[in-house]
């Protein structure tokens, strides 16, 4: 988003692109796949074998759902969130899994980070508050990931509190 900020005497004071975490890359994609359609085949075997041949269609058909639930959510996690905070604004874009691109503007004298936290679990949810409406940011994030992330990011909006710095070069 810093290519987004083009007045030179405003630099940005903190940048971040938040994507989904996915664990499972593509070669184990392909090894669970592998595994589980060669567990459905011979246990679809063993009830054909049996004489209850109907039951081998949905050994098949379990391969197929289990397929089609991963590449869901592969596609899901082409969402992404990107934060810019300068000394006289902070944006949030959104972009979803389709391309929808939401952008909000804010303030950042005026916006307050605001936390819900559990006990145990630790930060479930980040919200940005500006003039009595929220908005949920970092909602990818695992709750130290989201503890890490509203510690710079309250550091970077407390900067622009500050206001710009500039160095005079005499």
Same mark, same amino acid.
């Given at each position: 988003?810093?290519?987004?900020?083009?007045?030179?005497? =405003?630099?940005?004071? %903190?940048?971040?692109?938040?994507?989904? *975490? /996915?664990?499972?890359?593509?070669?184990? %994609?392909?090894?669970?796949?592998?595994? %589980?359609?060669?567990?459905?085949?011979? $246990?679809?075997?063993?009830?054909?074998? $049996?004489?209850?041949?109907?039951? !081998?269609? !949905?050994?098949?058909?379990?391969?197929?759902?289990?397929?089609?639930?991963? +590449?869901?959510?592969?596609? *899901?996690?082409?969402?992404? =969130?990107?934060?810019?905070? $300068?000394?006289?604004?902070?944006?949030? /874009? #959104? @972009?979803?899994? +389709?391309?929808?691109?939401?952008?909000?503007?804010?303030?950042?004298?005026?916006? #307050?980070?605001?936390?819900?936290? *559990?006990? =145990?679990?630790?930060? =479930?949810?980040?919200?940005? @508050?500006?003039?009595?409406?929220?908005?949920?940011?970092? &909602? %990818?994030?695992?709750?130290?990931?989201?503890?890490?992330?509203?510690?710079?990011?309250?550091?970077?909006? &407390?900067?622009? +509190?500050?206001?710009? $710095?500039?160095?005079?070069?005499?």
């Amino acid at each position: 988003m810093s290519a987004d900020n083009l007045d030179p005497l =405003e630099p940005t004071i %903190f940048s971040a692109v938040i994507t989904p *975490h /996915r664990s499972l890359g593509r070669v184990g %994609f392909l090894v669970l796949m592998l595994a %589980f359609g060669a567990v459905s085949f011979v $246990t679809g075997m063993l009830f054909m074998i $049996t004489g209850a041949w109907p039951v !081998f269609g !949905f050994f098949g058909l379990d391969v197929l759902l289990l397929y089609w639930a991963f +590449r869901l959510n592969y596609l *899901h996690a082409l969402a992404y =969130e990107e934060v810019e905070v $300068t000394s006289s604004r902070l944006t949030v /874009r #959104k @972009v979803s899994h +389709r391309g929808r691109v939401r952008e909000w503007v804010l303030n950042p004298l005026w916006v #307050k980070l605001d936390k819900v936290a *559990h006990e =145990e679990y630790g930060i =479930e949810r980040l919200l940005l @508050v500006s003039r009595g409406k929220q908005l949920p940011i970092a &909602s %990818f994030l695992s709750p130290d990931e989201k503890a890490s992330f509203a510690a710079e990011l309250g550091n970077a909006l &407390s900067e622009a +509190r500050r206001g710009p $710095t500039r160095t005079v070069i005499s």
